[in-house]
Each structure stands twice: as C-alpha cells, then as structure tokens.
C-alpha cells in the first residue's frame, strides 16, 4: 500500500526567504507525482507534475525534484511571499492495478510573514 | 474551458437527509473523479468514471452514496441518509486519459458539506 508523508507539517518563514517542502512515499513504482495548493476552504491548484523518468521541473519561483528510487521529491520555493502562504499537497500515481488514484499526503501548511 | 466546476460551493443539511453534488469536467476529459477531504487531511479516493463506465469504487463509498455519469459528461455524487461523519469537503477532478498515462489531473474548487 502506498503511503506519503509530508514534513513538516506546519512551517512559517519571514517574507524573502528560499524554502524547500519535502515529501516522501513508500512505493517507488510511479507514473509521476504531482505538487498542490490549497488555500484554506478551496480546491486544489496544481502546480508542478513530475513524470517518474524526470529529475525535476520548474515554474517560475517553484522548482520540484524527484527521486524515485529514495521516495523523495521536494518543492523549492524562491523568495517566498506572502502570497504563497497555502497548503501545500504532494500526490504520487503508482504503477499497476489502482493506478488511477492519487494517494496524497497530509500537507504542508506554509505561513510567509511580512 | 475554465477547468472543473463544482456546485453547489456549499451544503449544509440537517442529518438524515440526502444530498446531491454535481460536477462538471473539463470538456475534452474522459476521466473523472471523486474524492473527499476531511479537516487537516489530504484527499483521500472515492470513485472514478471513464467516459460513463464506473471503474473503480473505494471501500470508502458506502451504500449511501452513489455516483453516476450517465453520458460521460457532468457526474453526480449522492448522499443518502447523511450523517454527521458524512461533512468533509467533496473534491472532483478529470484528466485526459488515454493511452498516454503520464497525465496530471485538475482539481474543481470542490464542495463543502456540513451536515448538523
């Protein structure tokens, strides 16, 4: 059974600062894993979507790693606003029987003070 | 196209009575989903459609719920007898689909379900 861990699960940082979210699942056996946001009361915002033969991939301000093999995958976040205060979910799509479903984490609730 | 829409945003029902939450894909999307989201959790699976066949099911839906994309458009999740257990934050989502199985998938804004 797959299962993805987020840590830390809360993080506040001053407003400028570079940050980075980890997350990590149990099953290396990937299509790919992809980066959310969600602002409190709403929807998810997909941000980045890593395919499992990738290293990484980049949006602006954002850049996601990941390796498979390890179970890792990370969200570096440049010069933080105060608008990038969310929760930040990361989802992994396995291989084989099920592989429909996201499994996602608890989240990362990121607070940037100004 | 503006991406998934869900309605309503908002339920709140008194516990016992049904409730019905529609969802709309993004057109070109064959697959669709449900999931919900209980406070401080992620989204866990409920069920998904490719065009209106029903594939998959999670031990999640009970017999009180029960989804269904009659023409493999907008989908329907109901909620029968609701109980208290039952408020979450409903969440749909479609992809492409297809051969290609690398795809990402969009979310909707979801519905928030407050049952009292």
């Known amino acids: 059974k797959q299962e993805v861990t987020q840590i830390p699960a809360a993080l506040s940082v001053p407003e400028g600062e570079n940050l980075v979210l980890n997350c990590s699942f149990t099953d290396s056996a990937i299509y790919n894993l992809q980066w959310f946001r969600q602002d409190p009361g709403k929807g998810l915002t997909s941000l980045l979507l890593i395919q499992s033969s990738q290293r990484e991939q980049t949006s602006g301000r954002l850049n996601a790693s990941l390796d498979k093999s390890s179970g890792r995958s990370t969200l570096y976040i440049a010069a933080s606003q105060p608008g990038d205060s969310a929760t930040y979910l990361c989802?992994?799509?396995?291989?084989?029987?099920?592989?429909?479903?996201?499994?996602f984490g608890t989240g990362t609730r990121l607070t940037i003070i100004p | 196209d503006t991406g998934v829409s869900q309605n309503p945003r908002h339920k709140i029902t008194k516990r016992g009575q049904n409730v019905t939450f529609r969802c709309d894909p993004i057109s070109e999307h064959n697959r669709l989903y449900w999931y919900r989201q209980t406070l401080g959790q992620g989204p866990e699976f409920l069920t998904y459609?490719?065009?209106?066949?029903?594939?998959?099911k999670s031990r999640l839906l009970s017999d009180r719920f029960s989804a269904e994309r009659p023409k493999g458009s907008f989908s329907t999740l109901e909620i029968q007898r609701t109980e208290q257990g039952d408020s979450a934050m409903y969440l749909c989502?479609?992809?492409?689909?297809?051969?290609?199985?690398?795809?990402?998938?969009?979310f909707g804004s979801g519905t928030r379900l407050t049952v009292v």
């Open positions: 989802a992994v799509r396995r291989r084989g029987f099920g592989n429909e479903k996201l499994t």
């Open positions: 459609f490719q065009n209106e066949a029903q594939l998959e």
């Open positions: 989502a479609s992809s492409p689909g297809g051969r290609e199985v690398n795809y990402g998938y969009t």
